[in-house]
């Protein structure tokens, strides 16, 4: 079982719609949830992060988390072709540091 | 530009052949991590540093891996006796930690370098 497991997509939305991402994590004990959006050749850009249980919004992004069902998601709002992109979501453990990643979503957002 | 840079952007090199790769955090940025990409896959960490202090070092980072972060600004990552397994792109980030509980650990990262291994 991977540490941080994602769908790989590619998730296909139309334009104005909301895009649901998904990610799941293995440790019980990780205390803080991110959410990283990679366009292709670029680098990860940080784009939610999240600590406690429940919705955390940001302009069109909301992070949800569910730390007994071991979840986190992002809903991208009113999405556009802009936000095509692979979405990367990022754990760190219990008295770690660094972050273990998922491989990452790919979304699509049709015209 | 205030972020996170890495030099050089791109490193083709020949099997065999040492390479290094430099990291400048953000400037108030006291931690460093070095990951590491291949094509599909999230970031895998390979260490990092708190100051000048390397704190963390993963199994990825074999003995031909190593880095530095001499005066607690930039940092190295230095691969010797390149392998074609070794081509990746190499991700350096950057968070700062104030020494309060609950700290963020918000990483920033910099646009990376691509190593292709010949």
């Known amino acids: 079982q991977k540490e941080v497991e994602q769908n790989s997509g590619p998730l296909s939305v139309p334009e104005g719609a909301i895009a649901s991402l998904n990610c799941t994590y293995s440790?019980?004990?990780?205390?803080?949830f991110f959410w990283y959006r990679q366009y292709s050749g670029k680098s990860p850009e940080l784009i939610m992060s999240?600590?406690?249980?429940g919705d955390k919004e940001d302009g069109r992004f909301t992070a949800q988390l569910n730390k007994a069902s071991q979840y986190v998601s992002l809903l991208i709002r009113d999405s556009q072709p802009s936000d095509s992109a692979t979405y990367l979501c990022?754990?760190?453990?219990?008295?770690?540091?660094?972050?273990?990643f998922g491989s990452g979503t790919r979304l699509q957002v049709q015209p | 530009d205030t972020g996170v840079s890495q030099d050089p952007r791109h490193k083709i090199t020949k099997r065999g052949q040492n390479v290094t790769f430099r990291c400048d955090p953000i400037?108030?940025?006291?931690?460093l991590y070095w990951y590491r990409q291949t094509l599909g896959q999230g970031p895998e960490f390979l260490t990092y540093?708190?100051?000048?202090?390397?704190?963390?070092k993963s199994r990825l980072l074999s003995d031909r891996f190593s880095a530095e972060r001499p005066k607690g600004s930039f940092s190295t990552l230095e691969i010797q006796r390149t392998e074609q397994g070794d081509s990746a792109m190499y991700l350096c980030?950057?968070?700062?930690?104030?020494?309060?509980?609950?700290?963020?650990?918000?990483?920033?990262f910099g646009p990376g370098t691509r190593l292709t291994v010949t």
């Open positions: 980030a950057s968070s700062l930690w104030a020494g309060l509980a609950g700290d963020p650990y918000e990483q920033y």
């Open positions: 440790d019980r004990g990780s205390q803080s």
């Open positions: 990022a754990v760190r453990g219990a008295g770690r540091r660094a972050l273990t």
């Open positions: 400037s108030e940025h006291n931690r």
């Open positions: 540093f708190q100051n000048e202090a390397q704190l963390e």
């Open positions: 999240i600590y406690s249980n």
